[in-house]
């Protein structure tokens, strides 16, 4: 099955599913060998991963570098993180292009306003994008795509912004209606009061997709009762590395010596699987001609 239909059937089949994040080729690889079904292409982890922060400070063809990586390294649906779409319809519309050409199943796109800033970040307001313009952007983007199966997921930002649910749903129903193919509806409570409430008035209009990030505690057998249809572990894979990477480091840098680091460690034989050595070996037996 194609990668936009693969994305397209987690999105809409009425099972619980759950996206992986990852943020380069290497991670992208884990997840899929770890066996899920699905990537969260994240901007948090991709960003943090170059070394910036998530206020769109990668340019959007450095983040299609990363996932163009990524892709190639796996047989799994990739979801965008989108952003805002990296600036107006027109930007949004040849985003869609590109991730197209590089067979990425679909994107994400939230209704804030470039450049976006994390939304678990208090600094200040952050300020919602105007809805009709909103609109404008997914229906370019859906007038865009080639593949009838690539995915375009609105993203309500409206609690994270501080409205209420009549403002998440008036966004959630003016989003589908200008064709988006899934809700993705956001929170940054501990508990499930905003996300149970929207669900609750939302009576399945379109697939729903969360990010449990701070209401982590919720058991996945009530996001299955709720009627939510996608699952995203978004940041996972980047914090579990930020840890291990300090640890390593640190004792390394203590001990002047790598006697106690190596049994904590990958082998180098697992890198050279993970980057599929034994496939290039072959191919040089094949191809090369032989001495
Ligand atoms: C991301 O993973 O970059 C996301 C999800 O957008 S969150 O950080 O929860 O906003
Ligand atoms: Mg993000």
Redesign the pocket.
Known sequence: MKKTSQLKHLIHSENLDFLM?AHNGLSAKIVEETGFKGI?A????ISAAMGVR?NNEASWTQVLDVLEFMSDATSIPILL?GDTGFGNFNNARRLVKKLEQRQIAGVCIEDKQFPKT???LDTKAQPLADIDEFCGKIKAMKDTQTDKDFMVVARVESFIAGWGLEEALRRAEAYRQAGADAILI?SKRSDIVEIESFMKEWGGRLPVVI?P?KYYTTPSSRFQEMGVNLVIW??HNLRASIDAMKKISDQIFREESLVQAEGRIATIEEVFRLQRVDELQEAERKYLPSV
């Open positions: 994040e969260w994240s901007g948090l982890s998530d993180d994390n939304s678990f956001h990010v990030t978004a940041n």
